[in-house]
């Protein structure tokens, strides 16, 4: 037994998803498996001209359904350069490399849309960030968050090391606390599977 072996690295979230930016769309097919019918039941219709940010875009594998939508803006933001280069669609869309812990970087009442699928596990400070997405979402804008419970850090092997995601383990009942302090109207939809509730898709108007 050594040192090493007890002990797992733990790399932050720029850190990580810049390391495995090359080797992270193998689990496109996965993720699309448990979020391919929300365009159908929560995404708006039937209107025109949207501004969209897709915050947290990692390599665009939610591009192809936003595109649907036909925005008139669409911004791919996201902390990790590597995969952001990675999105494919270089035309019409804008990519911002920004931190969610921090202040964002757009005007107030910018968007109509803003999507984050899988990330809250990785930001400390949600107050902040639902702060800084209300003040950016127009009047009737809406967030939707597809938010999984995760009990321990995602563990990558690479180069014979292996590496944990630095990780925060949000409840459902403080994310929807801090939604409402927030002043954000809700829904909540439990996502489930064999029977468990494995994650919840949050609804977020402004
Ligand atoms: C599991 S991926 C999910 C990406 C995308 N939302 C999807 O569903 O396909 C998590 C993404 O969050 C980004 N990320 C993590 N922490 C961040 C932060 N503090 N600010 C901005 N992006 C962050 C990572 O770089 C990565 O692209």
Known sequence: MTYQSKHTQIKSPKEWYNFVAEEYWKYHTLINSFDQWLSKRFFPRGKNNLDIIDLWAWDGRLF??????????????????????????????????????????????????????????????????????????????????????????????????????????????????????????KDIFPIEEKGYTIGHILILSK
């Open 64 to 185: 192809p359904t936003l595109k649907n939508l036909n925005p008139q803006r669409y911004v791919a933001c996201d902390i990790a350069e590597k995969l952001l280069k990675r999105h494919p669609w270089t035309n019409n869309i804008e990519k911002i490399i920004c931190d969610l812990e921090e202040n964002l970087p757009f005007e107030d009442n910018s968007f109509d849309l803003a999507t984050s699928f899988f990330v809250l596990e990785h930001i400390n400070n949600i107050d902040h960030l639902f702060s800084e997405v209300y003040r950016i979402l127009k009047p009737g804008g809406r967030r939707i968050i597809g938010h999984f419970i995760q009990r321990r850090e995602f563990t990558w092997k690479k180069n014979n090391q292996e590496f944990k995601i630095q990780f925060y383990n949000h409840r459902i009942q403080d994310l929807e606390a801090i939604a409402d302090n927030n002043f954000f109207s």
